[in-house]
Nanobody
């Protein structure tokens, strides 16, 4: 099976920075699109940023210019660099990947989520 494990969340003051990382492991043949989503209390889960295997990115307007998504296909990792953080960025952040396993099965996988809290 395949799993995604996130790290890097925590408490940060407004204007601060955090870097989230997510590593995919297991019987991976190829990882297609990957993305970061977030869910704040009482709100729907929303797309923050996504990146294709060849590096094409799509970033939500609310974080554009502040967040940068990147990936390393050799390490099966995806990261989210978050700068100039705002209280509105407080949420549980989830990484997502559409992954083909060595059995040729393609499935959508989610990380366990990591809490990001922006507060003074």
């Amino acid at each position: 099976q395949v799993q995604l494990v996130e790290s890097g969340g925590g408490l940060v003051q407004p204007g601060g920075s955090l870097r989230l990382s997510c590593a995919a492991s297991g019987n991976i043949f190829r990882i297609y699109d990957m993305g970061w989503y977030r869910q704040a209390p009482g709100k729907q889960r929303e797309l923050v940023a996504r990146i294709s295997r060849i590096g094409i990115t799509n970033v939500a307007d609310s974080v554009k210019g502040r967040f940068t998504i990147s990936r390393d296909n050799t390490k099966n990792t995806v990261s989210l660099q978050m700068n100039s953080l705002k209280p509105e960025d407080t949420a549980v952040y989830y990484c997502n990947g559409y992954i083909q396993s060595t059995t040729n099965s393609r499935s959508d996988y989610w990380g366990q989520g990591t809490q990001v809290t922006v507060s003074s």
